[in-house]
Structure formats: structure tokens, C-alpha cells
């Protein structure tokens, strides 16, 4: 008990930094949409990345080398590296396969029976398949994503709630009339919660493996 309480403390303080950076990102995004700066910058069109939103989709694998530099140095490195990128890299795939079944608008251009089932299916299991390969760094990652990501949930349901007119809660072109709380499941939950979650841990498993090649490992933990 006390070694897994130890492991949750060092896990927690190497992802307060990355989440809070990724915390105030998020609100400078939303505080631009809201004041209606650049539109280059801060387009609160659904579905509309820009610069900035780029930059948060970067942070994820670019956290990942971060935490994964770390791990190896403390003797937490991956028992092999093959392995490693290889569940990572199917991860990868899946993942992208992923995206065209439950992310909108690419969800709304098919009509495929079960889609986001399957889809959210896929994501599961590529995020799962990190821990077979590298379990300390998909662990860290797991937590690095519900940190980022419960902040955008709450920030997007109050956005819905009270019509705010950014991207959090505009919806894409042709997306299905529905209640507050389905909509919010498909648009915010589900792609928040699992989406971005299995791309987090993927893409951070995957870059993390690589740059683990290139670290002198350290003594395993006592």
C-alpha cells in the first residue's frame, strides 16, 4: 500500500505542471473566443483547431516525452522497447481509425450501424494496449489526460448551458437536433472522456518509447 501511494504521489507531481499549462491554454482559448479576438487565433467555429488549438493537441505527445525521459532515468523504463513501440504503434492505428467512427463532423458522414460503439471500442483498447508495453508511462499519461480533459467537460457543459458562442459549445454543421444531455454525451463526454484520453496515453506512449531508446536508463526503484 504505501509503495502505490508513493507511485500516485510521484505520478501527481509530474503531471502538475503539464496540467496546469494545459488548464491555462484552455482558458486563454476560451477567454479569446469570448472576448472575439483574432479569429485566427481564437475561431469559435465547431471543429476549428487553429494555432492554438493545435498546440494543446501537441502537448499530449510532446508530455510524453516529457514523463517518459523521467520514468527511464529513474529506473522505470520499459522492459522492452520493441514491445513497447509496437502496441504503440498499433495503438496509433487504431486510433486513427477511430476518429472518422465517433468525432464529429467525420461521424456524421456515415451512416455505419454501431459506429461509435465500435469506435469508442477501438480507442479503449489502443489506450489498454499501452499497459502491456510501457504500464508506468501509460499510467502517467491516463493521468495527464483526465487532468486536462475534466476542465474542458466542465467548461463545455456550461458553455451549452448557457450559449456562450465558442467552439465549446457551437455545434457542427448537420449535427442530429437533440436534448441537452445527448448532445452533450456525443459532443462532449464521449470525446473528451474517451477520445482524447486514448489519444493522450497513444501518443504519448509513442514518442515516449522512441525517445526511451535514446536515454541511459537508471537503476531500477528499491
Keep these: 500500500m504505501a509503495e502505490n501511494t508513493g507511485t500516485q504521489s510521484s505520478i501527481g507531481r509530474l ?7 494545459t488548464l491555462a491554454l484552455t482558458l486563454l482559448r476560451l477567454v479569446g473566443e469570448l472576448s472575439h ?9 465547431s471543429g476549428q483547431v487553429g494555432p492554438l488549438g ?3 493537441i501537441l502537448l499530449a505527445p510532446l508530455f510524453g516525452i516529457r514523463f517518459a525521459l523521467w520514468l527511464a532515468r529513474t529506473g522505470e523504463g520499459p522492459r522492452s522497447v520493441g514491445r513497447a513501440f509496437g502496441y504503440a504503434l498499433l495503438g496509433a492505428v487504431m486510433v486513427v481509425t477511430a476518429a472518422f467512427w465517433v468525432i464529429p463532423p467525420f461521424a456524421l458522414q456515415t451512416q455505419f450501424t454501431g459506429k461509435l460503439e465500435l469506435g469508442y471500442l477501438i480507442l479503449t483498447v489502443a489506450a489498454v494496449l499501452q499497459f502491456l508495453g510501457w504500464s508506468p508511462l501509460a499510467k502517467t499519461q491516463l493521468a495527464y489526460g483526465y ?13 451549452r448551458q448557457g450559449h456562450w458562442g465558442t467552439h465549446f459549445d457551437n455545434l457542427p454543421p448537420g449535427f442530429p437536433l437533440m436534448n441537452f444531455w445527448p448532445t452533450s454525451l456525443y459532443v462532449a463526454l464521449l470525446p473528451q ?14 514518442l515516449g518509447t ?9 537503476a531500477p526503484p528499491s
Design 147 to 159: 487532468a486536462a480533459r475534466i476542465p474542458i467537460v466542465v467548461i463545455m457543459l456550461l458553455a
Design 54 to 56: 493545435a498546440v494543446l
Design 210 to 218: 522512441i525517445t526511451a531508446v535514446f536515454v541511459k536508463r537508471g
Design 37 to 45: 479576438w483574432s479569429q485566427t487565433w481564437f475561431n469559435p467555429a
Design 15 to 21: 503531471i502538475l505542471g503539464p496540467a496546469l499549462l
Design 193 to 206: 472522456l474517451l477520445f482524447w484520453i486514448s489519444y493522450t496515453v497513444v501518443s504519448g506512449s509513442l
